[in-house]
């Protein structure tokens, strides 16, 4: 019997055997690559992947599917991990990992932000996502959809959207689109940063209030003079200020 889908896990099964192999061929693994799936749910993706490469891990946090899996695919081939993605420390796993998944939407903006302290770790991400999570992250400033998502993934990450996904693809199909996304670690000397905590702080306190101005905003931060001397225009809001103006803010903050 196929598994029933869990509100609560956010689950929407993908059945499209075309879409299957187009992110199959997207990822493009090789044979002695290591991956980790985040919800490999039924194990229909997991089964592509497994066709290629010796082993993987897998992360899942539904005991019915966790069993699922072990019987389908045993102990060996597929490195389980039962629990919950948001929760698990990525640096007990092998570095060097390709990391899949087609996430529950209803934790994709936390997981992402999550999955950027470990970013180092990682050769490459591919997440199937609700689209307008992705058109989040790669979003450009001044544009509706831009935020701290977008500045905190751009910082860690090179964002690449890759395709559309119609809810039809899926079991059952979600009320909004999804959208194939590759991310991409960006290497140390293009980030710019030391303390990455610092812009998490810049940046979470920008977006707070994203109607007031930067002046206010980041009042117990950096005052007025400061802000026109770093290059940036008190009178701007948090969405007017680039991914290099939030580094150079940070970066000013680092050296006090």
């Not at 039924?42 to 010796?54: I, N």
């Not at 959809?145 to 910082?155: A, E, K």
Request: proline share 6%.
């Amino acid at each position: 019997m196929r598994h029933i889908p869990r509100k609560r896990f956010g689950q929407h099964f993908l059945a499209d055997a075309a879409i299957l192999d187009r992110i199959v061929a997207a990822i493009d693994p090789g044979a002695d690559e290591l991956f980790v799936e985040i919800g490999p749910g039924e194990g229909v993706l997991t089964a592509r992947m497994l066709a290629v490469v010796a082993r993987m891990h897998a992360v899942e946090i539904d005991r019915d599917l966790a069993a699922g899996l072990r019987a389908k695919f045993g102990g060996e081939k597929l490195l389980l991990v039962e629990g919950d993605a948001l929760a698990l420390d990525f640096s007990a796993l092998p570095e060097g990992l390709r990391v899949i998944g087609n996430l529950p939407y209803n934790i994709s903006t936390a997981l992402m932000f999550h999955l950027c302290t470990f970013a180092e770790r990682f050769v490459d991400m591919h997440f199937m996502l609700q689209k307008e999570v992705v058109e989040r992250m790669a979003a450009t400033p001044s544009t509706p959809q831009y935020g701290r998502l977008s500045v905190m993934t751009q910082y860690w990450f090179e964002v690449q959207p890759l395709f559309l996904v119609p809810a039809a693809a899926f079991r059952p199909p979600p009320k909004v689109e999804s959208m194939m996304v590759r991310l991409i670690p960006r290497p140390a000397d293009l980030r710019g940063l030391a303390d990455a905590g610092l812009l998490k702080r810049v940046v979470t306190a920008a977006f707070s209030h994203r109607r007031k101005t930067l002046r206010n905003a980041l009042a117990g931060m950096l005052n007025e003079a400061k802000l026109v001397e770093l290059g940036v225009n008190p009178g701007a809001r948090a969405e007017n200020l680039s991914l290099n103006d939030y580094v150079t803010l940070s970066r000013h903050l680092e050296k006090l």
